[in-house]
Structure formats: C-alpha cells, structure tokens
C-alpha cells in the first residue's frame, strides 16, 4: 500500500486529495500544512498524523500530494523528490515555466514518479471525447473554442484571497488558475501543440486591497494547423462554473462540458445539429472528487509499475508554458511564441 503525505490542509485537498486517495487505495499517513489546527483536524479525520515539519513528514511516505498555494508547489515538490518521494502536484506547477522546468527537473533527476492534478483528465466525458477524435470521427480540424469561466472571486467585497495576489499566485491570476485545464484539454484532444498567442487580460472588479493578477482574459491561439479562441474568468456570474470547449472539423463537431453539473458531451454531422453522447461510462456528477479518484488511481498504478502516469509533469509544464506566453502577449498587445 502506497503510503501518501498530504501538502495543505484547504478546501482543495479537504474536499477532493484526501478523500480521492483514500478511496484509491493510498494510506494517508500524515498531513502538513500552515496552520496547525487545520492540519490536525484533516489528519484526525483519516486517522493520520498532523506534522509540524515537512522534512519529517517526508521521511515517513512513499508519495505526497501538494495542494498548496501555487508558489509553494515547486519548492515542496523538488524537496520531495530530492528524498524520493513521488509527487503529485496541483496545477499550476509553478508561478511560471522556469519554476515549472526546475520542478520537472528535479524529479527527472531523482527518478521518481511526477503527475499534475490536471482534474478533466480524468473525466470520461473527455475520454470519450478523445477516443473519437483519435479515431478521426471529426475529420479535418477547422477550429477550437474553448471557455472557463467560475465565479469564485466574483465577489468584490470579500477578502483579496491569494489566488488575486502575483506574488503567491503568478502574474497570470486567472490565465494560471484556470488556464491550465483548458490548454492541456485543447492539446490532449487534439494531439497538437500550442505555438503562438495574442492575448488581453483584464483586472475587472475593485477590491481592497486591488487584485495583482487579472481576473479575465481573452486569447487567440495559434495551434498546429488549428486556430483557437479562448476566454477565461474568475468573475463570471450569471451560471455554474463550467468549462467548455467546441471543435469542428470536416466530417463534424463536439462540444464537451464539465462543471459542478457534471460531464456531458455532444456531437453533430457535418451538416447536422447536436445530440447529446452517453459515454461508456457513467458521466461523472461535480468537478473534482469523481476526477481525482481516476486521477489519484492512475497515480498509485505508476507508483507501482514504476511508469510516469498521464497528465504528466510535462503535461503541466507545457500548459505553464501557454500561460507565460499569454501573460507577455497581454503586456506587449502582440503575438507570443510559448
Ligand atoms: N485541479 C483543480 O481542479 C483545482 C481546483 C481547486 C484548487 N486547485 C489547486 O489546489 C491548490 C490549493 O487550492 P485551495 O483552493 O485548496 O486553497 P486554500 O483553500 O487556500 O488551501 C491552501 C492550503 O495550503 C495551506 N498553506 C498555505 N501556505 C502554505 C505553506 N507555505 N506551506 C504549507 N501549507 C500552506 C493553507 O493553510 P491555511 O489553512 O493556514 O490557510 C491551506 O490549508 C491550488 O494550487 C489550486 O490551484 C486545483
């Protein structure tokens, strides 16, 4: 039995790490996190153990899962991975790609099993969706939409929380928080790799004290042989958070949605309107827990076949690397190679 450590005692690894690995098989040994009481209460909860050092908690695991802030992923990973302790990390792995790069390094290095919590992918609505694009059901690719849009920050008399802070967070805000599932999907489904964006990003709502990172962005994409247009927002009201996104192509269309409603998926014939797919398997109800468990499964697999697990840590350096281009796209009001 692989046993885990769990990094930060939150709402991510409350409602979603602990109790994925748990139902994965994993023995959660102990957690560490900022706050003592927190990381107790977690702990107690899984019958584990609440750390107060992290150096100690990684000399009594096999694995640990970071659901930290984003500038702590990097450093608390290559520390793992430099005592040989496998890592799963939360997107984004880093404030930006050099911190990413150094992460992926480490673990390279230390020859230990990496994966990124890239949570779609472990949705069978994608999977399904993916399944039929590699068998060509769309034909030749004309072009991809592709939305994420959550309301969680859209509150502007709450608390600055730290995802709205640069220094914690990356300049990206919500190109770094959001980005991330959106441009690994575009590249899982469709087997091509970003090359260049155009992009503006937008601070909307006034908060005290004002947000650092921006809250909005609209993106133009270039991808192999394929064009892309992208919005994301942290602030977007009006209906459950979801993520979306539409490819068309020759022979037809597919829409994928994931959200708090759950995965659902369409297809259309060129000509032709859309008709809701089962897949092979149940959709999934939420975004994060049912995810996680396929995600969490895959990762204690790897562990024990020593195979890298899939959303790789290059998976999450190649999205980081998309949001660092979007980042310099929206400083400069030009295009961007990634
Ligand atoms: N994959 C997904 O779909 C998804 C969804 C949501 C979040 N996430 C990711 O999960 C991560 C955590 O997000 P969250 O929403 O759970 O945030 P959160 O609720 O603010 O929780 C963060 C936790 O980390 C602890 N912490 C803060 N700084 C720390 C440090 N330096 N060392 C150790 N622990 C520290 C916090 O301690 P305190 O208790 O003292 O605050 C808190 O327990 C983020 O990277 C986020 O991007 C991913």
Redesign the pocket.
């Known amino acids: 039995m692989v046993r885990i450590g769990i ?7 409350k409602k ?1 790490h602990a109790p994925a690995f748990h139902a994965a098989g994993a023995k959660i040994i102990g957690v ?4 003592p009481a ?1 990381a107790n209460a977690l702990a107690q909860a899984y019958g584990a153990r609440a750390y107060s050092a992290y150096e100690a908690l990684l000399e009594d695991v096999d694995a640990v899962t970071i ?4 500038d ?2 990097a450093p608390y990973a290559t520390q793992a991975a430099a005592r040989g302790v496998h890592v799963f990390v ?3 792995l880093g404030r930006n790609a050099a911190e990413a790069q150094a992460l992926l390094e480490a673990v390279r290095k230390a020859g230990v099993i990496g994966m990124t ?3 779609a992918r472990g949705d069978p609505a994608a999977a399904h969706a993916h399944a039929l694009l590699a068998s060509g059901a769309l034909g030749t690719l004309y072009y991809l939409r592709g939305v994420f849009h959550g309301a969680y920050l859209g509150d502007p008399t709450t608390p600055t ?2 995802r709205a802070q640069a220094q914690i967070a990356g300049p990206g805000g919500v190109v770094g ?1 959001l980005g991330p ?1 959106l441009f690994d999907l575009a590249r899982h489904l469709t087997g091509l790799e970003f090359r260049e964006v155009l992009a503006r990003t937008q601070v909307c709502l006034e908060r005290t004290p004002p947000a650092t990172n921006p809250d909005a962005a609209a993106i133009l994409a270039r991808m192999d042989g394929l064009d892309a247009l992208l919005s994301l927002s942290r602030v977007h009201v009006g209906e459950p958070q979801r993520l979306e996104l539409e490819l068309q192509g020759s022979a037809g269309a597919l829409k994928l949605r994931l959200g708090p409603e759950g995965g659902a998926l369409w297809r259309a014939e060129r000509p032709g309107t859309y008709a809701r797919l089962e897949p092979p398997i149940p959709p999934t109800q939420g ?2 827990r049912p995810q996680f468990l396929t995600l969490a499964r895959r990762f204690l697999e790897g562990i024990r076949q020593g195979t890298p697990p899939q959303p790789s840590l290059e998976d999450g350096l190649a999205a980081q690397r998309v949001v660092d281009a979007v980042v310099r796209s929206a400083e400069r009001h030009a295009w961007r190679a990634v």
Not at 32 to 35: F, I, P, V
Request: charged share 20%; no cysteine.
């Open positions: 990094i930060g005692a939150g709402s991510w690894a979603v560490y996190s900022r706050t927190r659901a930290t802030p984003d702590t992923h939360e997107k984004p919590a890239l949570t929380p730290w928080d599932h975004w994060g």
